[in-house]
């Protein structure tokens, strides 16, 4: 109901005036080391003054963005699509330690929409009833995989495209434009992303079939098809569909592929910034919280390891506001 | 027995006619408020949530969907007046009840339309000032122009049901 969020998105209106914006980006970049970013993020408000590294402020940002939507809504289901990533990939490290027999310990993620630990313990007990149905077949078939032919890549493959179809089906079943938007794009992403590491590490046509996820704005087989060929096929491939840019991006370098794929994220949810009613405002904001600690991440890491600023500055993603 | 007392004297209906028209602008105005400053006040909520200091404001903003019920709540009393409810004669015929009747329905109709409408109008204003304070003015403007069309039907209501009285029907 676009009603039930009416609070909610007054309360992430009154958030957003604290995302960082350009001017932001630029005060950071112009930090003459890594210690003086950290300062201007605490002075920001950033980590609450308590993280001791730089990756212990980014998981504390991610997770007071989390805390923040707890507060505003019980119902995480239209936040399913940004979960099911975590969980996927908790669910693959708790297979994978599970059958070479080792105790799980750091492998997974915070933040998940399943108790790692439940996984752990469905694959101990090879009973996946306690999962989701979609992802208790899943588990289970990368469970038998990897114990019969010891072959983690084919594993984390049956994993991943049950992680995209779910994402796929999360999308459809919100009844929310941009939700259903964000999951094809995310999922056309990861397609092509797989399709180019296929190509170039020649894996078989087989393999890429099994890899990619049914997607309506992408032919899954002619991408399969070009992946099995060159990735000048998978760029011409690209040209013909609503992801030309992407091979254009690709041609130049994965990393301004990788910027592309953010920025187009960031094109989707800025209409949410005009949208008052519906869960779409809450979402546009996770992401664009995302968005922010990933950029803040590029520039301490630049800074951090003393990187030309013209190249932190090529690697920086378009913000919300 | 007396045949004429089996026919049913279709002017007593007249007086529940206007009744009828004068609870039906109290109601459907007074509904369309309650829910247009529930909106309102959920996302007035949300911004004094994060921000306290902006409570003057939205409070404003909130309080625009209200109207309607109080022009309703109006249309109700005068109808009510005019009919003779509320002291005097309330002889009317079937014609007159009617006309009534429909002189209440604008009000009744465009203020359950008007209000609900006016509170999106509202919310997204609210949103407005959330993020830019300083753009109260302009954000008051919005939703008050939806506030036009609830004025024009109370206007019309009114001269209607005053004016219906001096009718011979």
Redesign the interface.
């Known amino acids: 109901m676009s009603d039930d969020y009416i609070y909610a998105v007054a309360r992430v209106r009154s958030k957003e005036l604290s995302l960082l914006g350009r001017q932001d980006i630029d005060q950071l970049m112009a930090c003459r080391g890594f210690d003086e970013c950290l300062r201007v993020l605490n002075d920001k408000g950033w980590g609450g003054g308590s993280a001791a590294s730089a990756e212990g402020l980014l998981a504390q940002e991610e997770e007071k963005t989390w805390a923040f939507i707890r507060e505003l809504t019980d119902d995480l289901t239209p936040f399913a699509v940004l979960l099911f990533p975590i969980d996927y990939n908790n669910l693959k490290a708790a297979v994978k330690c599970v059958v070479t027999d080792v105790k799980p310990q750091n492998v997974f993620l915070p933040g998940g929409s399943i108790d790692p630990q439940l996984m752990a313990r469905c694959v101990r007990e090879n009973d996946f009833s306690p999962l989701p149905p979609a992802m208790a077949a899943a588990a289970d078939e990368a469970y038998h995989t990897l114990l019969h032919t010891g072959d983690g890549q084919l594993c984390d493959v049956i994993l991943d495209r049950a992680c995209l179809e779910g994402i796929l089906d999360c999308g459809k079943s919100s009844k929310n434009e941009l939700l259903e938007r964000y999951a094809q794009l995310r999922v056309a992403v990861a397609d092509i992303k797989t399709a180019v590491r296929a190509c170039k590490t020649g894996k078989s046509r087989s393999f890429i079939d099994a890899a990619l996820a049914p997607c309506s704005t992408l032919d899954v087989g002619s991408l399969a098809a070009a992946a099995c060929k060159s990735p000048e096929d998978i760029y011409g491939y690209l040209a013909v569909t609503p992801y030309g840019a992407a091979g254009e991006k690709l041609k130049d370098s994965y990393s301004a592929f990788e910027k592309w794929c953010d920025d187009q994220v960031m094109d989707l949810i800025k209409e949410q910034k005009s949208n008052p009613f519906t869960v779409g405002p809450l979402f546009a904001y996770v992401l664009a919280r995302q968005n922010e600690i990933s950029t803040v991440r590029i520039i301490l890491s630049g800074k951090l390891n003393e990187l030309d600023d013209g190249m932190i500055r090529e690697r920086l993603r378009d913000m919300y506001v | 027995m007396d045949i004429s007392s089996l026919v049913f004297d279709w002017d007593q209906l007249g007086i529940v006619f206007a009744l009828l028209g004068a609870v039906l602008a109290a109601l459907l105005g007074g509904i369309g408020s309650a829910i247009g400053v529930g909106?309102t006040g959920?996302?007035?909520?949300?911004?004094v949530?994060?921000?306290p200091s902006k409570f003057g404001k939205v409070l404003i903003l909130q309080l625009l969907p209200g109207t309607q019920g109080i022009y309703g709540l109006l249309i109700g009393f005068v109808t009510l007046t005019q009919i003779g409810i509320l002291g005097g004669s309330a002889d009317l015929t079937l014609a007159k009840g009617l006309l009534y009747l429909a002189a209440c329905l604008p009000m009744a109709i465009v203020g359950l339309v008007s209000a609900k409408w006016q509170a999106?109008a509202a919310?997204?204003s609210?949103?407005l000032v959330?993020?830019k304070p300083d753009q109260f003015g302009k954000s008051m403007i919005f939703p008050a122009m939806v506030e036009t069309y609830a004025v024009l039907a109370l206007l019309i209501s009114i001269l209607s049901i005053t004016s219906i009285g001096g009718l011979s029907v």
């Open positions: 909106m959920q996302a007035a909520a949300g911004v949530t994060e921000d999106k919310v997204s609210i949103s959330a993020k």
